[in-house]
């Protein structure tokens, strides 16, 4: 059922034998036939794209240009891939980059700039101003923690950031505050995203049971999900904030982790997050109708009409970042923003439960099946020898027409239908959507291309490896394998896809569990969504930070690394101290 791990220099003389029958034979230490330096070499195109992010603070789309240049000349020059077979990787990336990534986020920001143009995503703001608290530190809670979940479980790529932060502003966050703390929140939800989209690859390439791997996951992530809100008001408001706020942070996570572990470990992988968020926005919702933190006037939301201006100072802390300026509604307004009726209420949430429940529906449905079509990608389909796995390496890309994506097309033409609303309205948001999202499209393209180049010239296996072999504490370094594929590829199905099967194969070789290091490679890979430059680059496309995705990374980087090691501590602890804690059957079936 696996494929076998080969030690570094029993792949490094397969790899001399092999030429005959492939075009190419991945090396493992291509550099002085020494793994660690050729771990370091390695590293360098993610390097690159870090330190001109988040130092030199280019735009993301140069930011992955440039990385993609380099890994181009690693691949070619040290691993010694042929030019045509890493153009023709390269290649390939873009084309799953283009469809079905982009398409996914594509149409669900065409549904969110039609909200925006009918007004209803003005009249969700205000419902939310109605019914919470105007306490920042509540709001954070059910708009990015909560609402965004959802978005997570039905769309996943960076939309759930986009659209959540956007909200967020209009209640009067910093731009800046609103999109990395939706980027913070964007991780314990993630390995169960688009209808566990991502347990079903891990499944498909390990060939362990989807059942219980999302329980283990779900062995996981609960614990993460259930510290989030607590972590991410110390990082908003500070351990003063949290003193007061903690019950909200209780219920919120309380709430998501319970249901996100139930379900996953009692009914299925597909539907944690969508039950989760659901169950966690009702409580949190009809929680603070009760309570309310006694210290509302010092984080106090600021709301009415907003324009963009700059500042120096304030909440962001960073010099020249648009702000929100708060500036007083007119009175001729009205009931425009006064409380939302009942019917307006429901017009509020149409277009939401509209793509949830489509999307939902046509997954079980198995629609996207339908006309399928799976096609060898030339100059790559096994042409490469898996030098790690000692196998030929194929590329079929599955081309999809009636995948996600047209799935929340589908809910973009219902909700257009159901608003009532003119065909230029349809057409507007449809320019809004290319105007917001067309670097960030260059973007993912141009890193999901590295993210293949990696993989099929063999640099990425060199990463692997090399953390593979640290021993004992692989479990603890699990979680790094998984957050250096999710940075490459933004998706935790890609990670998965990518490393799921090298992290079953190193621990049977380390006598570990397979179940419990597969699951590991897909909880760790949530941690480096919120660095990954397609999560990013998508994340900030409906705000003022375009161009600026290193500002955020700035932001988010430590966050990554802190949350990635407290989940190392879990699966240590997991391994070695709790066991019986690992998912070994169909838990509840």
């Not at 991945?26 to 001109?52: E, K, M, R, T």
């Not at 990336?93 to 996914?104: K, N, Q, R, T, Y």
């Not at 065909?423 to 948001?429: E, T, Y």
Request: with cysteine; proline share 6%.
């Amino acid at each position: 059922m696996f494929h076998e791990l080969l030690s570094p220099n029993a792949a490094a003389h397969l790899a001399a034998s092999c030429t005959s029958a492939f075009r190419f034979c991945q090396p493992i230490q291509p550099v002085f036939d020494n793994l660690f330096l050729s771990f370091l070499i390695g590293l360098i195109p993610i390097a690159v794209v870090l330190v001109l992010l988040g130092v030199v603070r280019r735009p993301a789309w140069q930011a992955a240009l440039a990385g993609l240049i380099v890994a181009l000349i690693f691949a070619v020059f040290i691993w010694g891939m042929p030019v045509d077979m890493a153009a023709s990787s390269t290649l390939s990336g873009f084309a799953f980059a283009i469809l079905p990534v982009m398409w996914i986020v594509f149409n669900a920001m065409w549904l969110y700039n039609i909200t925006v143009r009918t007004g209803k995503f003005d009249l969700f703001r205000r419902w939310m101003i109605h019914n919470a608290p105007p306490d920042k530190r509540i709001l954070m809670l059910i708009v990015a923690f909560s609402f965004g979940a959802l978005l997570e479980g039905i769309a996943g790529f960076g939309t759930p950031v986009a659209i959540a932060s956007a909200l967020l502003i209009g209640l009067g966050f910093p731009v800046l505050d609103a999109v990395v703390l939706t980027l913070i929140f964007n991780t314990s939800p993630v390995a169960f995203g688009a209808l566990g989209a991502p347990i079903a690859a891990l499944n498909g390439v390990t060939g362990l049971p989807a059942a219980t791997l999302g329980a283990q996951i779900g062995r996981q992530l609960p614990i993460m999900a259930f510290i989030l809100p607590f972590y991410a008001l110390v990082v908003f408001s500070g351990a003063r904030g949290l003193r007061s706020a903690w019950p909200a942070a209780l219920v919120a996570g309380g709430s998501f982790a319970l249901t996100q572990f139930f379900v996953s470990n009692f009914i299925g992988p597909e539907l944690p997050d969508v039950l989760a968020s659901l169950v966690s926005l009702i409580c949190l919702i009809v929680f603070v109708q009760f309570w309310k933190p006694r210290d509302i006037e010092q984080y106090r939301a600021q709301f009415g009409g907003e324009r963009m201006g700059t500042t120096n100072a304030g909440a962001i802390g960073e010099r020249g970042v648009p702000t929100p300026v708060p500036t007083p509604v007119a009175a001729s307004a009205g009931r425009d923003d006064g409380r939302p009726t009942s019917g307006q209420s429901l017009l509020a949430w149409l277009p939401w439960v509209i793509v949830s429940a489509v999307v939902i529906v046509w997954i079980f449905a198995k629609v996207p099946a339908v006309g399928q079509q799976k096609i060898a990608w030339p100059d790559l389909d096994k042409l490469v020898f898996r030098t790690a796995y000692g196998d030929a390496y194929a590329d079929t890309y599955l081309f999809q027409p009636l995948g996600t994506g047209t799935a929340i097309l589908t809910s973009v033409l219902i909700t257009w239908l159901a608003l009532g609303a003119k065909p230029r309205v349809l057409i507007g948001a449809l320019v809004d959507s290319w105007r917001q999202l067309y670097l960030a499209i260059l973007t993912v393209v141009l890193i999901v291309g590295v993210s293949f180049l990696y993989n099929y010239s063999g640099m990425v296996y060199t990463l692997g490896l090399a953390v593979a072999s640290v021993g004992k504490v692989f479990p603890f370094f699990a979680v790094f394998i998984g957050w250096i594929a999710c940075f490459l590829s933004g998706s935790d199905t890609s990670s998965n896809a990518l490393f799921g099967n090298l992290q079953v194969v190193a621990a049977k070789q380390l006598h570990l569990s397979p179940v419990l290091m597969a699951a590991t490679n897909s909880s760790g890979a949530v941690t480096s969504k919120m660095i990954s430059p397609q999560n990013v680059t998508t994340g900030v496309s409906t705000t003022s930070l375009k161009g600026k995705e290193g500002l955020v990374i700035r932001r988010t980087f430590v966050h990554s690394l802190i949350l990635a090691s407290f989940l190392g501590i879990i699966v240590m602890l997991q391994q070695y101290a709790f066991p019986q804690l690992i998912a070994t059957g169909l838990i509840g079936r």
